[in-house]
């Protein structure tokens, strides 16, 4: 991925596959979003240097926001959906109804500094 212009070629637009490999790192790697297929799971975990991780995914028609901060997380639905939420206390379903927003939850365990 080019994080500089070296050549000279950014005029031309985004390199699309990129940007989709950063925010599926993002999203699938730090948020844990998981398709198990009956449900989405997720099993948010943030490095120890970060503060806050924001993002939102459609998903069988509503637009879930996930927010991780501070080793809580706390998600927020257009509509009504049933997701996995795999945090430090275990796995717990949660059935998030339309502008519900669902109180911070225990995240995973932190992610080990390298």
Known sequence: MDL????RNAKDGLHIASLAGGWLALVA??????????HLRFRPQLPPAWQRLRFAVRYRGARIH???????VSYRS???????????????????QA?????????AV????Y
């Open 4 to 7: 500089l212009d070296l050549e």
């Open 110 to 113: 932190e992610v080990a500094a």
């Open 66 to 72: 996930v927010e991780i901060s501070d080793g809580a």
């Open 99 to 107: 502008e519900q927003e669902v109180e911070p939850l225990p995240a």
């Open 78 to 96: 257009s509509g009504e959906v049933t997701i996995v939420h795999e945090g430090a206390e275990g796995a717990e379903l949660l059935e998030l």
């Open 29 to 38: 790697g730090f948020g844990g979003m998981r398709d198990s297929g009956a």
